[in-house]
C-alpha cells in the first residue's frame, strides 16, 4: 500500500494540491493535523482534503479554532459550517493497522504534553522505541523525518504549506511510504508563493 503524507498545510491550498499531484498514484491521503492557521480558516484546503478522502487528525491550530478563542472565526460568514462540523468529528489520533502493520498518527507528541514538538534525538523522540506501532506519523515541527527508533519507524512529512521562503517560491516538503518494503521517500519542491 502507498501512502500520501501531509502535515502543517497552514491554508496552503495551492501547495497541497502541487504536493497531491507530485505524489502520483497512491492508495491513500493522510493527513497529521494544522489544515489552518488557529485565527484563518481555508474552506480549500478542507475541499481537498475531503475529496481526496483524506484521513485526518486534528493540530494545534484546529484545537484552537474549536475552542473558546476561536468562536469568532467558525462563525464567520465565508467559512463553510459543514467543515467545521468535520473538523469537530475529527480525532486528535489515528490508530489503525494497514498491511497488517500498527499505525499511529498524532500531531505532536504520542505523549503528554502532546503538544510537545518532537525533534530527532529529543526524549520525546526516543521514547518512540516504547511503543507497539510499526509506523508513528507525526506533524508540528515543519522538519521531515524518517527514522527508525527500536520497531518504530518515525515519519515526519515537514510542511505541506509552510516552508522555506524565496522569491523563486515555497520550498514545500511531504512523505511517500510504501508499506510493503517500508521504504519512505520524504520529497521537498518549490511551488509558487501562496495566492492571497
Request: include cysteine.
Amino acid at each position: 500500500m502507498k501512502l500520501g503524507i501531509v502535515s502543517d498545510i497552514h491554508c496552503n491550498a495551492d501547495a497541497l494540491r502541487s504536493a497531491i499531484d507530485m505524489m502520483g498514484d497512491i492508495d491513500e491521503l493522510l493527513c497529521a493535523g494544522d489544515m489552518i492557521y488557529e485565527f484563518r480558516f481555508s474552506n480549500e484546503v478542507l475541499d481537498v482534503l475531503r475529496e481526496r478522502k483524506a484521513r485526518v487528525i486534528l493540530g494545534n491550530h484546529e484545537w484552537v479554532m474549536l475552542g473558546d478563542h476561536g468562536r469568532a472565526l467558525r462563525e464567520a460568514t465565508p467559512v463553510n459550517q459543514d467543515h467545521v462540523r468535520f473538523l469537530q468529528e475529527s480525532p486528535f489520533r489515528i490508530e489503525t493497522e494497514v498491511n497488517g502493520k500498527k499505525l499511529l498518527m498524532v500531531h505532536g507528541s504520542p505523549f503528554e504534553p502532546w503538544k510537545t514538538y518532537v525533534y530527532k534525538n529529543s526524549e520525546h523522540f526516543l521514547r518512540l522505541a516504547e511503543l507497539e506501532y510499526d509506523y508513528v506519523i507525526m506533524g508540528h515541527t515543519h522538519s521531515a523525518l524518517a527514522e527508525r527508533v527500536g520497531r518504530t519507524l518515525a515519519i515526519n512529512p515537514g510542511s505541506t504549506g509552510e516552508g522555506q521562503r524565496s522569491e523563486e517560491g515555497v520550498a514545500i516538503s511531504y512523505a511517500l511510504l510504501d508499506t510493503a518494503s517500508d521504504e519512505v521517500r520524504i520529497e521537498r519542491v518549490l511551488v509558487p508563493p501562496p495566492s492571497r
